[in-house]
DNA sequence: GACCTGACGCCCC
DNA sequence: AGGGGCGCCAGGT
């Protein structure tokens, strides 16, 4: 599977970070060696949300902060969902964002060998 | 085919 | 240490 648009490469991902855990743009981009945070970002944006099995809510910025609640259904969504996980949500910030953090680059196979 | 946009993040004042 | 600027690059128009 090489020739997956950058959207699926980014879902691939994302879902695999674990029910419980919450990752960053950057940590994304950064492993999959595609350059840019932003691109993932934009990437999820595309999805619709959990329909498709892909945990956005646990993607977030690399301040622990919910930067795309706004393109849930609602903005609210985002958080009850990691709530839902036991995650801690206070200001829209993820609390123990530090330990709570989970890198795909230290946890999976290289992305080509999984691919 | 050029131009714009975007759920970010680093570098430089 | 905090704030602003700029780079990233695929897809849609």
Redesign the pocket.
């Known amino acids: 599977m090489k020739n997956q648009?950058?959207?699926e490469k980014v879902y691939f991902v994302t879902k695999k970070i674990p029910f419980g855990r919450v990752s960053?743009?950057?940590a994304i981009a950064d492993y999959l060696a595609?350059?840019?945070?932003?691109?993932?970002?934009?990437a999820?944006?595309h999805?619709h949300?959990a329909e498709t099995g892909i945990p956005?809510h646990r993607v977030i910025?690399?301040?622990g902060e919910l930067?795309?609640?706004n393109?849930?259904p609602t903005p609210t969504i985002?958080q009850e969902l990691l709530e839902n996980e036991s995650i801690l949500v206070d200001n829209h910030v993820v609390k123990n964002f530090k330990d709570l953090f989970w890198h795909p680059g230290e946890h999976l196979e290289p992305y080509d060998e999984i691919a």
Do not use: E, I, P, Q
């Open positions: 648009s950058y959207f960053t743009y950057g595609l350059g840019s945070a932003r691109m993932v970002g934009w999820l944006n999805c949300s956005a910025n690399r301040k930067s795309g609640r393109h849930f985002m």
